[in-house]
Protein backbone atom coordinates (compact mmCIF):
# COMPACT_ATOMS: atom_id res chain seq x y z
CA UNK A 1 0.00 0.00 0.00
CA UNK A 2 1.76 3.59 -1.25
CA UNK A 3 0.49 6.48 1.05
CA UNK A 4 0.60 9.63 -0.77
CA UNK A 5 1.03 12.32 1.77
CA UNK A 6 -1.22 14.98 1.76
CA UNK A 7 -0.85 18.12 4.97
CA UNK A 8 -4.93 18.52 4.64
CA UNK A 9 -5.49 14.59 5.37
CA UNK A 10 -5.30 14.07 9.27
CA UNK A 11 -4.37 10.39 8.86
CA UNK A 12 -1.22 11.16 7.12
CA UNK A 13 0.58 14.21 9.05
CA UNK A 14 2.21 11.70 11.44
CA UNK A 15 3.95 10.35 8.99
CA UNK A 16 4.79 13.96 6.74
CA UNK A 17 5.89 15.01 10.36
CA UNK A 18 9.08 12.97 11.18
CA UNK A 19 12.18 14.66 12.29
CA UNK A 20 13.79 17.19 14.78
CA UNK A 21 12.72 21.08 14.53
CA UNK A 22 15.76 23.09 14.90
CA UNK A 23 14.84 24.36 18.31
CA UNK A 24 14.62 21.16 19.30
CA UNK A 25 17.87 20.07 18.24
CA UNK A 26 19.21 22.96 19.62
CA UNK A 27 18.04 22.04 22.68
CA UNK A 28 19.59 18.92 23.16
CA UNK A 29 23.22 20.41 21.75
CA UNK A 30 22.68 23.09 24.41
CA UNK A 31 22.14 20.35 27.35
CA UNK A 32 25.33 18.33 26.35
CA UNK A 33 27.36 21.34 25.96
CA UNK A 34 26.54 22.05 29.61
CA UNK A 35 27.37 18.29 30.74
CA UNK A 36 30.44 18.94 29.19
CA UNK A 37 31.49 21.62 30.57
CA UNK A 38 31.05 20.55 33.98
CA UNK A 39 33.09 16.80 33.21
CA UNK A 40 35.90 18.17 30.76
CA UNK A 41 37.77 19.99 33.00
CA UNK A 42 37.18 16.68 35.82
CA UNK A 43 38.50 14.96 33.31
CA UNK A 44 41.56 16.48 32.37
CA UNK A 45 42.27 17.57 35.82
CA UNK A 46 42.62 14.04 36.49
CA UNK A 47 44.40 12.79 33.34
CA UNK A 48 47.10 15.28 33.91
CA UNK A 49 47.93 14.33 38.07
CA UNK A 50 51.28 16.22 38.49
CA UNK A 51 53.49 16.99 41.23
CA UNK A 52 52.80 15.96 44.72
CA UNK A 53 49.07 14.46 43.62
CA UNK A 54 51.01 11.90 41.46
CA UNK A 55 54.02 11.01 44.31
CA UNK A 56 51.28 10.80 46.94
CA UNK A 57 49.07 8.53 44.51
CA UNK A 58 52.34 6.40 43.05
CA UNK A 59 53.63 5.81 47.03
CA UNK A 60 50.00 4.56 48.05
CA UNK A 61 49.71 2.41 44.64
CA UNK A 62 53.27 0.81 45.64
CA UNK A 63 52.38 -0.18 49.16
CA UNK A 64 49.08 -1.54 48.12
CA UNK A 65 50.70 -3.83 45.65
CA UNK A 66 53.73 -4.68 47.96
CA UNK A 67 50.64 -5.22 50.39
CA UNK A 68 48.99 -7.62 48.46
CA UNK A 69 51.80 -9.30 46.32
CA UNK A 70 53.08 -10.16 50.13
CA UNK A 71 49.20 -11.45 50.78
CA UNK A 72 48.62 -13.55 47.76
CA UNK A 73 52.10 -15.57 47.24
CA UNK A 74 52.46 -15.87 51.16
CA UNK A 75 56.44 -14.64 51.39
CA UNK A 76 57.27 -11.19 52.35
CA UNK A 77 57.78 -8.69 49.89
CA UNK A 78 60.00 -5.28 49.80
CA UNK A 79 59.41 -1.87 48.49
CA UNK A 80 62.65 -0.43 47.91
CA UNK A 81 62.56 3.60 47.85
CA UNK A 82 65.66 5.15 46.12
CA UNK A 83 65.13 8.80 47.08
CA UNK A 84 68.32 9.59 45.04
CA UNK A 85 67.10 7.98 41.62
CA UNK A 86 63.44 8.97 42.94
CA UNK A 87 62.19 5.37 42.48
CA UNK A 88 59.66 3.38 44.57
CA UNK A 89 60.13 -0.62 43.46
CA UNK A 90 58.37 -3.39 44.59
CA UNK A 91 60.13 -6.30 44.83
CA UNK A 92 57.99 -9.56 45.65
CA UNK A 93 59.53 -12.06 47.55
CA UNK A 94 62.43 -10.28 48.47
CA UNK A 95 63.90 -11.43 44.72
CA UNK A 96 65.88 -8.43 44.59
CA UNK A 97 67.74 -9.82 41.20
CA UNK A 98 64.81 -10.13 38.72
CA UNK A 99 62.06 -8.10 40.76
CA UNK A 100 59.69 -11.11 39.86
CA UNK A 101 58.78 -14.34 42.02
CA UNK A 102 56.47 -17.09 40.86
CA UNK A 103 53.66 -17.87 43.34
CA UNK A 104 53.62 -20.55 44.84
CA UNK A 105 51.54 -23.65 43.37
CA UNK A 106 51.56 -21.87 40.16
CA UNK A 107 54.10 -21.51 37.45
CA UNK A 108 52.81 -17.82 37.04
CA UNK A 109 55.27 -14.94 37.65
CA UNK A 110 53.71 -11.77 39.64
CA UNK A 111 55.98 -9.24 37.98
CA UNK A 112 57.00 -6.36 40.68
CA UNK A 113 55.91 -2.43 39.89
CA UNK A 114 58.09 0.97 39.52
CA UNK A 115 56.71 4.03 40.07
CA UNK A 116 59.06 7.51 39.21
CA UNK A 117 58.57 10.71 41.62
CA UNK A 118 57.76 14.04 39.60
CA UNK A 119 59.89 16.58 39.30
CA UNK A 120 59.10 19.28 41.49
CA UNK A 121 58.52 17.74 44.81
CA UNK A 122 61.41 16.62 47.23
CA UNK A 123 61.10 14.15 50.27
CA UNK A 124 61.46 15.92 53.23
CA UNK A 125 61.30 13.15 55.75
CA UNK A 126 61.94 9.47 55.34
CA UNK A 127 61.43 6.88 58.24
CA UNK A 128 61.51 3.20 58.28
CA UNK A 129 60.90 1.66 61.45
CA UNK A 130 61.19 4.80 63.58
CA UNK A 131 64.56 5.60 62.58
CA UNK A 132 65.03 8.41 60.19
CA UNK A 133 67.05 7.77 57.28
CA UNK A 134 67.20 10.72 55.13
CA UNK A 135 70.98 10.20 54.16
CA UNK A 136 70.45 6.58 53.19
CA UNK A 137 70.45 5.55 49.31
CA UNK A 138 68.13 3.15 49.41
CA UNK A 139 64.40 2.37 52.24
CA UNK A 140 63.83 -0.74 52.27
CA UNK A 141 60.03 -1.53 53.75
CA UNK A 142 59.19 -5.05 54.16
CA UNK A 143 55.36 -6.49 53.70
CA UNK A 144 54.25 -9.62 55.49
CA UNK A 145 51.98 -12.37 54.50
CA UNK A 146 49.84 -12.00 57.29
CA UNK A 147 49.31 -8.32 56.14
CA UNK A 148 51.82 -6.24 58.41
CA UNK A 149 54.30 -4.30 57.46
CA UNK A 150 57.31 -2.16 58.71
CA UNK A 151 56.86 1.46 59.60
CA UNK A 152 57.49 3.70 57.00
CA UNK A 153 56.54 7.55 57.24
CA UNK A 154 57.52 9.97 53.93
CA UNK A 155 56.98 13.37 53.66
CA UNK A 156 56.40 15.14 50.53
CA UNK A 157 57.52 18.87 49.39
CA UNK A 158 56.56 20.51 46.65
CA UNK A 159 57.83 23.67 45.05
CA UNK A 160 54.59 25.56 45.46
CA UNK A 161 55.23 24.56 49.31
CA UNK A 162 52.69 22.41 49.65
CA UNK A 163 53.51 19.06 52.55
CA UNK A 164 52.11 15.78 52.56
CA UNK A 165 52.47 12.57 54.79
CA UNK A 166 52.40 9.26 53.55
CA UNK A 167 52.69 6.56 56.01
CA UNK A 168 52.02 2.67 56.97
CA UNK A 169 49.73 1.37 59.85
CA UNK A 170 51.77 -1.01 61.15
CA UNK A 171 49.39 -3.90 62.34
CA UNK A 172 47.39 -3.36 59.01
CA UNK A 173 50.03 -2.55 56.83
CA UNK A 174 47.63 -0.24 55.52
CA UNK A 175 48.44 3.62 54.06
CA UNK A 176 47.50 6.99 55.39
CA UNK A 177 47.57 10.13 53.97
CA UNK A 178 47.88 13.65 55.36
CA UNK A 179 47.88 16.78 54.40
CA UNK A 180 50.31 19.16 56.26
CA UNK A 181 50.36 22.29 54.50
Do not use: W
Amino acid sequence: MNLKCDPSQHLCRSACQRGFTLIEILIAISIMAVFFGFGVPVFVRSLSQTGISKAVKDTVEACNQARAQAIVTGAPSELVFSPSERTLRVVPGGSRATGEMAEPGSGTKISAGTFTLPEGVQVEVLGVNFKEIQGEEVARIHFFPNGTSDEFTVIYRSDGGEMREVSLELVTGLTRVKNIK
